[in-house]
């Protein structure tokens, strides 16, 4: 996408570790070439000010298809801080290490690049072949790897695992 900083697209990149972190996506697509596709970009020289991706913003790596109606990109210092992807739900497909595929979809998908915390809220649905999860909010920390997941309210948390021997659904 033309005009987009070096830095925002860095940001953009940050966000594609949510997919290796939840589900060992094929780790070959962290070295293809990113493309960034969007309606508008809305950028500023000044941090207090996000740069805004809009009307539907498309990333593509590798495997790797993200998306979402609008994407937040706040920075610090000219460098990245936090990747906001909302819209109708953001969704994320991108095929594991061993060709099988894994997606998830989720209202809001925030990445604080800091802390290495990534949070999914609003009808959240992974799915892999493997197993499947699904709920209100899940939070992942890349840093050890710990998942926490649960509504809020009377939300509930629902798991799915498939034996390693299953053929399908079932």
Do not use: F
């Not at 937040?72 to 801080?81: A, L």
């Amino acid at each position: 996408m033309k005009g987009l900083p070096a830095n925002a697209a860095a940001l953009l990149i940050a966000t594609l570790v949510l997919a290796p972190a939840l589900a060992q996506a094929r780790s070959s697509d962290r070295s293809k070439p990113m493309d960034i596709d969007a309606g508008a970009t809305d950028y500023s020289l000044d941090d207090r000010r996000p740069t805004v991706l809009s009307g539907g913003v498309t990333i593509t790596q590798g495997s790797l298809d993200i998306r979402s109606a609008r994407a937040e990109i706040t920075q610090r210092n000219g460098e990245p801080v936090r990747v906001v992807m909302t819209g109708g739900p953001v969704r994320l497909n991108q095929q594991l290490d061993d060709g099988t595929p894994m997606s998830a979809t989720a209202n809001n998908i925030d990445y604080n690049l800091q802390t290495e915390i990534v949070v999914l809220t609003g009808g959240v649905n992974l799915q892999q072949p493997r197993g499947s999860l699904t709920g209100s909010r899940v939070v992942y920390n890349m840093r050890n790897g710990q998942v926490q997941s649960g509504g809020q309210g009377a939300g509930r948390v629902k798991m799915r695992i498939m034996p390693r021997n299953a053929q399908g659904g079932g």
